[in-house]
């Protein structure tokens, strides 16, 4: 799988502690060989983030993305409480 990270996306990965860097990191990493593995707990969202997807992280931990042609564009990445605000 493509990956493809926006500049919102590395907005908010600038603001994670070194540990949630490290985190997302490795789930990124594992993505790419294989999106749909279960430590990901990878889930379609809906209300404001219809038509994206959420990868988790660590705990309370999400990072957001779509699906575009094969290629996986995130958007954005936080706690629970930080994307749906």
């Given at each position: 799988?493509?990956?493809?990270?926006?500049?919102?996306?590395e907005k908010?990965?600038?603001?994670?502690?070194?540990?949630?860097?490290?985190?997302?990191?490795?789930?990124?990493?594992?993505?790419?060989?294989?999106?749909?593995?279960?430590?990901?707990?990878?889930?379609?969202?809906?209300?404001?983030?219809?038509?994206?997807?959420?990868?988790?992280?660590?705990?309370?931990?999400?990072?957001?993305?779509?699906?575009?042609?094969?290629?996986?564009?995130?958007?954005?990445?936080?706690?629970?409480?930080?994307?749906?605000?």
């Amino acid at each position: 799988m493509r990956i493809r990270r926006l500049k919102s996306f590395e907005k908010d990965f600038q603001k994670l502690q070194p540990a949630q860097r490290d985190r997302l990191k490795k789930a990124l990493t594992i993505f790419i060989n294989n999106p749909m593995h279960p430590d990901l707990y990878n889930h379609p969202l809906g209300g404001e983030w219809q038509g994206y997807r959420s990868i988790a992280f660590g705990g309370n931990w999400r990072a957001h993305y779509k699906l575009v042609n094969r290629e996986a564009i995130f958007v954005a990445c936080g706690t629970h409480a930080q994307l749906y605000k």
